[in-house]
């Protein structure tokens, strides 16, 4: 099996890494000094469930140079997405299938108008993970799950033999009754995390332990609850009570990747996780008042510290 990773960040690095050192063809798409130290030096893993360090043969940042693939691991920002939708044309054969780990729930959407719908899955990563340094993935808690299928609830070829490949590499996999449950349910975290970490400046051990906080959270989530019912997805208390053990589950100062990027300066995906959920309500009719507030505080730092 030839796998690419687009976006070989924290996620796509980790597992990606993890592929590789079980032999499997893993080509690593990156870009910047992450790119140059992973040439130079191969990536490093620091993880609870054991260090390594591989050399990967193929290190670009130019998909030409990799040429089709069985499974491409998709995990650039929400905002990069249509770029590296035309970027990865080249790794695109007859039967390759796209699986978008990423935060939210557009991807789809984006990559089937670029590429074809028949290419694309669903994916959701579930891994406390950063860059520590240049060509240096920092794995946080024990945590390492990928949970991907088709959107038509088929348990097809492609996406049993990835699931074959990632048992083979040590890595929890899961394909779902309904991949596109468990993308929602992702959203209803992640966003709701998010959105309190970058307004409160505080890591996850707030939502642990304080008991406002804790609420606010859970009505954060009720919000994506109700947006996602009205999009055809059922979720209520049992996924809200599933996620808040989830969250409890994290190291106190485990720290989401927006707050990472706020915290750095960087460019940040509020307009694809609270901003989402606000749009994707307002088709609806549904107010998100929780969302709302977050998208609009949120906001000034969208690409970097305001200037004034």
């Known amino acids: ?8 960040g924290a996620i796509g690095g980790y597992f990606g890494g993890r592929l590789a050192k079980a032999g499997f063809d893993v080509s690593f798409i990156a870009r910047g000094a992450h790119l140059d130290v992973i040439r130079k030096n191969g990536l490093k893993v620091l993880s609870p469930l054991g ?17 089709p693939v069985d499974v491409i691991l998709f995990m650039v920002k929400n ?12 790794l695109v054969g007859p039967d390759t299938a796209i699986i978008p780990f990423q935060n939210g729930v557009e991807a789809r959407a984006m990559l089937s108008n670029v590429l074809g719908a028949r290419h694309v899955l669903g994916g959701v ?17 024990e945590l390492a799950k990928l949970v991907f299928g088709e959107f038509d609830k088929q ?19 899961e394909i779902p009754a309904d991949i596109s449950m468990v993308l929602w349910s992702k959203l209803m975290f992640l966003t709701s995390m ?30 994506v609850a109700a947006v996602a019912v009205a999009h055809g997805v059922s979720l209520g208390e ?4 599933d996620n808040m053990a989830l969250a409890k589950s994290f190291p106190p100062n485990n720290k ?24 994707l309500g307002r088709e609806k009719g549904i107010e998100t008042p929780i969302h709302r507030t977050a998208w609009v505080a949120i906001k000034p730092w969208i690409n970097g510290p305001p200037t004034t």
């Open 51 to 67: 260090d390594f360090t591989i050399h990967p043969a193929t290190v670009t940042d130019d998909p030409a140079e990799v040429g």
């Open 256 to 279: 989401t990747s927006m707050f990472h990027d706020l915290e750095a300066g960087r460019r940040l995906e509020i307009d694809y996780l609270s901003g989402a959920v606000v749009r």
């Open 79 to 90: 905002y990069d997405t249509l770029r590296a939708a035309e970027q990865i044309r080249p």
């Open 125 to 141: 990563a579930f891994i406390p993970a950063s860059i520590q340094e240049p060509g240096v993935i920092k794995h946080n808690a």
């Open 155 to 173: 348990i097809t070829p492609r996406a049993l033999s990835f699931l074959d490949a990632l048992e083979k590499a040590g890595v929890t996999g």
């Open 194 to 223: 998010s959105a309190i970490n970058c307004i409160t400046r505080q890591p996850v051990g707030l939502v642990q332990s304080d008991g406002e906080t804790i609420a606010l959270y859970m009505d954060a989530m009720r919000e």
């Open 238 to 241: 049992e996924a809200i009570a």
């Open 1 to 8: 099996m030839k796998i690419a990773v687009m976006g070989a």
